[in-house]
């Protein structure tokens, strides 16, 4: 099962960080790397959002595929590319307090950075909320545990447990615990047969710490 059906929002692990959110007859597609199809017209992408520009989250083949002329793409400030079309500049605070209203959808800017690692540093990358059927989704990008994520409110949290470059099992099982989603999807895990990230010991730890939690593993 690569997706699940929350209320009206259906929800489709991409594999990696990539995912697609479809609902109030909108998809919205994060950080898409490695698909293997390009999809069809009319399941493009209405608004693209990117965390950051390393090339497991920022791939111009797989954009390329998921985007049409009139997609709205939301690209981290400090983001060295270029796009074409309607693609918009964000950062971190710049809309965290009122959000950003993108063709009906609300969709707010939050940090993400590593605390105890240097690949991303604060200001490089993004995480989003994504409001989409009255429900909100986080996709955190690639971050750490960082203190910020106790302010962020969540019905779904899309977290990375991978550890080299972002947070682990344990990192991100303290932050869903934070966060308190309904529902949390580990991602950023096992690529190309990678030992790291065990999205069932991430599901162990969480139920130890709010067993309330559904933690759901989607299979790329
Ligand atoms: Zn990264």
């Given at each position: 099962?690569?997706?699940?059906?929350?209320?009206?929002?259906?929800?489709?692990?991409?594999?990696?960080?990539?995912?697609?959110?479809?609902?109030?007859?909108?998809?919205?597609?994060?950080?898409?790397?490695?698909?293997?199809?390009?999809?069809?017209?009319?399941?493009?992408?209405?608004?693209?959002?990117?965390?950051?520009?390393?090339?497991?989250?920022?791939?111009?083949?797989?954009?390329?595929?998921?985007?049409r002329s009139d997609s709205?793409?939301?690209?981290?400030?400090?983001?060295?590319?270029?796009?074409?079309g309607?693609?918009?500049?964000?950062?971190?605070?710049?809309?965290?307090?009122?959000?950003?209203?993108?063709?009906?959808?609300?969709?707010?800017?939050?940090?993400?950075?590593?605390?105890?690692?240097?690949?991303?540093?604060?200001?490089?990358?993004?995480?989003?909320?994504?409001?989409?059927?009255?429900?909100?989704?986080?996709?955190?990008?690639?971050?750490?545990?960082?203190?910020?994520?106790?302010?962020?409110?969540?019905?779904?949290?899309?977290?990375?447990?991978?550890?080299?470059?972002?947070?682990?099992?344990?990192?991100?099982?303290?932050?869903?615990?934070?966060?308190?989603?309904?529902?949390?999807?580990?991602?950023?895990?096992?690529?190309?047969?990678?030992?790291?990230?065990?999205?069932?010991?991430?599901?162990?730890?969480?139920?130890?710490?709010?067993?309330?939690?559904?933690?759901?593993?989607?299979?790329?």
């Open positions: 099962m690569n997706s699940v059906k929350i209320e009206n929002v259906n929800i489709k692990w991409l594999g990696h960080s990539g995912f697609l959110l479809e609902g109030d007859g909108k998809k919205v597609y994060i950080d898409p790397f490695e698909i293997s199809e390009e999809p069809a017209f009319d399941d493009k992408a209405d608004i693209l959002l990117i965390t950051h520009e390393h090339f497991d989250h920022c791939s111009p083949e797989d954009i390329r595929k998921v985007r709205t793409t939301l690209i981290p400030e400090n983001c060295s590319l270029e796009f074409r309607d693609a918009r500049r964000v950062a971190e605070g710049d809309t965290l307090a009122d959000g950003l209203e993108i063709k009906g959808t609300r969709i707010e800017v939050v940090p993400a950075y590593n605390l105890n690692k240097t690949y991303h540093p604060r200001g490089f990358g993004v995480g989003y909320i994504v409001e989409l059927g009255g429900i909100r989704i986080y996709h955190a990008g690639d971050c750490d545990f960082f203190p910020e994520m106790k302010s962020i409110k969540a019905d779904i949290a899309l977290l990375p447990i991978g550890g080299t470059y972002t947070m682990d099992e344990e990192e991100a099982a303290s932050a869903a615990a934070v966060i308190s989603p309904k529902i949390v999807i580990p991602m950023h895990y096992g690529r190309s047969g990678r030992k790291d990230g065990n999205p069932e010991k991430f599901k162990t730890l969480v139920h130890g710490k709010n067993p309330d939690i559904n933690v759901i593993i989607l299979d790329s």
